[in-house]
């Protein structure tokens, strides 16, 4: 989870974070409110749902490796 001042992202640019396969949900910033970046490993983790409001993002995971 990051603060973010970015307002889009490519998957271009997500996927050049990191090595591994991240599924990816992000707020763009507005005003001077910071935007919101969550990434979760799919390799690790599977993403069981997700819920985006004006000002937060969540993503309910579990451990594919206990499952």
Do not use: K, N
Request: net charge negative.
């Amino acid at each position: 989870l990051q603060e973010a001042i970015c307002q889009d992202y490519s998957m271009h640019e997500l996927q050049g974070l990191s090595r591994h396969q991240f599924a990816w949900q992000w707020l763009p910033a507005t005003g001077q409110s910071g935007g919101i970046l969550l990434g979760v490993w799919e390799d690790a983790f599977s993403v069981e749902d997700m819920d985006r409001g004006e000002f937060f993002l969540s993503m309910s995971v579990t451990d594919r490796r206990v499952h």
